[in-house]
């Protein structure tokens, strides 16, 4: 059984952890990438930038459009977890505030490989357009 940690950028600049694991860092469009603990146990880090919004409004300028949450993304999301999900026992999830879209991430890939996503809905607030295309890309 796979196990997360969903961490907000404060977190993530300053975790330590013994337990092999994979960093997924999801920073906003206009922000830097945060900087990640040294830790030995890290086998890797992917790092993407995207909204933190959850729909498409039709007077929404095209520059926002553009930095929502797409296939693309969920894509590469999945290429990586894929790539080490058999190595590591932890995948670690960060966004800026820790709410929604590391918790959507983790949810969707949660749901995938435990069969279980209810521990994300309890404790967060998971962003609902990266949640379903996540699932959407995989289960396609």
């Known amino acids: 059984m796979m196990r997360f940690d969903v961490f907000n950028r404060e977190r993530i ?23 990640i603990s040294k830790v030995d146990s890290r086998v890797d880090a992917l790092f993407v930038q995207f909204s933190d919004l959850d729909r498409i409004v039709p007077t929404m300028p095209k520059d926002l459009k553009d930095s929502l949450f797409n296939k693309r993304l969920a894509e590469a999301i999945w290429k990586f977890v894929d790539k080490y999900k058999d190595e590591v026992g932890l995948i670690i999830v960060n966004c800026e505030a820790g709410i929604s879209r590391s918790s959507a ?18 404790h967060f607030l998971p962003n609902m357009l990266v949640y379903r295309k996540m699932l959407e890309v995989k289960l396609k």
């Not at 300053?14 to 960093?23: M, S």
């Not at 890939?109 to 994300?120: E, G, M, T």
């Open 13 to 35: 600049e300053n975790y330590n952890t013994p337990e092999k694991h994979i960093v997924i860092s999801i920073a906003d469009i206009k922000s830097k990438r945060p900087e």
């Open 105 to 122: 991430v983790a949810a969707s890939i949660s749901k995938v490989l435990n069969d279980d996503d209810a521990a994300f809905f309890k």
